[in-house]
């Protein structure tokens, strides 16, 4: 939950750098001229793009590229804008100037297709670490801890714990999709997804901290706060993408839920409220990463990709961090129990 917080911040931060497309970059005469003519002619030099000057139909399905060649090739514009930006930097890298961004992005070397390669890796990386912690949550709980009569877990947030995993998954695949190919559809994806898990950890994080455990309470504290995500989703992807307005939204309950694990930690007993300091402070250190912005090294790891990386051993720590509140919670509730039949 922490950690989605600081999510909400670097949603706050990229927004601020998104509402305008134009950079340094895109606005260089030479850059323009060579995108434009490119456009036109479908060559940047000796290098030359036939999708610039074949139809978009493409012909018969039988004398098309197979899918897995197709998905590695961008539109002309794409590929002028690409080979424009590589040759532009290298007589910029020759005269002794620094790199500058373009669109928005910096000068990123594509991998397979794959706009930002190292983004996409370390995107991977941490759905693959929600992954293993969900199932080692999982296994906690249904194999290494004792059970109901019903075969139930003792622990009252263990169906709430499963959606979280299931949407933070879901985010992470989104971030590595959009960090692919950077188009409006997996922009739009991936900002829904965001949204969407920091809706529900905003209601998770009231749901724990405040302890509550009665099903009608819960539905009514839930109930407004899915209501409003689900209107903002809408609102963003059929009505309009508001970076303003959605940095507001994600960086208030990403704050909000940052103050309430911060205060359950300060005044609660739990025997791994040091986990949960960790991974706000460390998560905090991290952010400074998306503030102190740098050009990609060797054209792969720029500030935000290695922001991604921080965050992977943090997901391990916080799902370590859950899976210690199922033993906590069912051994104190067996306590009870043993105690009642005395």
Known sequence: MAVHYWTALFLLLSCLFTISNSSAGDADPDYRTCVSECEISGCVGQLCFPQCNSSSDGGPWYIQEPLYLQWKK?????????QCMVNRERERE???????????????????????????????????????????FFITLYYKLPLKQDRTAYYEYVGLWHIYGFLSMNSWFWSAVFHSRDVDLTERLDYSSAVAVLGFSLILAILRTFDIRVEATRVM??????????????????????????????????????????????????????????????????????????????????????????T???????????????????????????????
């Open 74 to 82: 961008w539109g002309c514009q794409g590929d002028c804008r690409y």
């Open 94 to 136: 020759t005269l002794g100037q620094a790199p500058v961004k373009y669109h928005g992005k910096w000068p990123f070397k594509r991998v397979l297709g794959i706009q930002e390669p190292a983004s996409v890796a370390f995107s991977v990386l941490n759905l693959a670490m929600h992954f293993h912690g969900w199932l080692s």
């Open 221 to 310: 504290v839930s109930a407004p706060i899915l209501a409003f995500v689900t209107t903002h989703i809408l609102y963003i992807n059929f009505y309009k993408l508001d970076y303003g307005w959605n940095m507001i939204v994600c960086v208030t309950m990403g704050v909000t839920q940052l103050f309430l694990w911060a205060r359950w930690a300060a005044v609660s007993s739990h025997p791994s409220n040091w986990k949960l300091w960790v991974v706000v402070i460390a998560g905090g250190l991290a952010m400074l990463l998306e503030i102190y912005d740098f050009p990609p090294y060797e054209g792969y790891f720029d500030a935000h990709s290695i922001w991604h990386a921080a």
């Open 312 to 342: 992977i051993p943090l997901t391990i720590l916080w799902w370590s961090f859950i899976r210690d509140d199922a033993e906590f919670r069912t051994s104190s509730l067996l306590k009870k129990t043993k105690t009642k039949a005395k």
